[in-house]
């Protein structure tokens, strides 16, 4: 496993992230932070692992909204396997803060949801990619300064 992830990082490094951060948006249980951390501690370029990572889970997050969208309650339900908590969880965090809601896409166990709830109540396609981009982008940029003057101080 080890040599499997250090292939990825050497030889598929962004376009490893881009597909890890995409299938990690995608209700699989999956995480890119890891993998943008190591590719940065490696010296990748910081804007362009901020930007692909975002893209990536971006798209992922898309993918969501359009199966809540277009998908019906047997491809959520019965070919996601999403729980009725989570979706319920969701679906009340939206009613509550409404569409400003998905600029925390990014949280694990209700982001993946808020986005298939999304699609369902038919936020518009504009809003929702603006709103959950920012989101993403903002948790990646974050992650990366993190990671850089957390490095700069250890080392």
Not at 45 to 63: C, D, K, Q, R
């Amino acid at each position: 496993m080890m040599l499997f992830m250090l292939e990825l990082l050497n030889e598929y490094g962004l376009l490893s992230l881009f597909l890890i951060s995409f299938l990690a948006s995608t209700l699989l249980p999956l995480g890119s932070e890891w993998f943008l951390v190591a590719l940065l501690l490696q010296g990748s370029n910081p804007f362009a692992t901020v930007i692909i990572a975002t893209i990536g889970n971006s798209l992922g997050a898309a993918t969501n909204y359009l199966i809540g969208s277009y998908g019906g309650d047997w491809m959520v339900k019965r070919l996601l396997r999403v729980e009725k908590n989570q979706l319920r969880r969701a679906e009340t965090w939206f009613n509550r803060y409404g569409s400003w809601s998905l600029l925390l896409a990014w949280l694990p166990i209700i982001g993946d949801p808020l986005c298939l709830v999304s699609g369902m109540l038919k936020t518009p396609i504009v809003r929702f990619t603006l709103l959950v981009t920012t989101g993403k982008g903002l948790r990646y940029s974050f992650l990366a300064l993190l990671t850089l003057h957390g490095a700069e101080m250890l080392f």
